[in-house]
């Protein structure tokens, strides 16, 4: 099973009181994109006992309260983790709009109070290759986020998973199953559930990002 995902056009999208806009739910997870206007708060602190709640930040730059009264500035191009228990909230206190990619995986696991974890593009030892042309952003027991880069032509082939999510952040890229072939602009992405599929770079340089469950 598989599912078309479709952000270019933010103002068609219903969105909550907190600027988020969901795209797709399931028994195990669920995907919606996040938007935050300047000086606003996106996400009150909660917690999420049964859940890992998961973003990819694809522009803007947001505030992430941590302990002590400090806030934490998280550009594009980031990942912030919350595991199922830990407190999690942000604000967008800079100048321009925020938009998140969000993914919510439904878990078992436990972990005691805390805060979001935050994973940068050039932290030190986040990166580690899956292929030459994807990389992990972070990895829990119950998700995984990743970087993929296709030149034109160039493949690679995602696993079945109970639920993942691809979005093109650049470029275009062709998805390919086994009775079907999408494509795929920037802003268009895919949930598909436990179905394998092989996605290919189209024209120049494309990127993407993909969350996945992890049992």
Known sequence: MHQLIDIRKED????????????????????????????????????????????FVMSGMLSYPTEGSRDVF???????????????????????????????ARTTAKAGPGQ????????????????????????????RGENITLHPGEPTELVPALCSVLLVTEGRMMALFSRQKISLDYGEGLVFIREAVEVIGVGGLSQAVLFSTVR
């Open 12 to 55: 068609e999208l219903k969105f909550d009181d907190q600027g988020v806009a969901t795209l797709f739910s399931s028994a195990d997870a669920s995907v919606a994109f996040g938007r935050v206007p300047p000086g606003q708060m996106g996400m009150q602190g909660l917690s999420a006992p049964g859940a890992e709640d998961n973003a």
């Open 74 to 104: 998280v550009a594009k191009g980031s990942w912030v983790v919350a595991r199922p228990g830990e407190v999690h909230g942000y604000w967008n206190k800079s100048a321009k709009p925020v938009t998140l990619l969000m993914f919510r």
């Open 116 to 143: 979001q974890r935050i994973y940068r593009p050039a932290d030190s030892g986040m990166l580690k290759g899956v292929t030459p042309v994807r990389s992990v952003g972070y990895e829990t027991l119950a998700s």
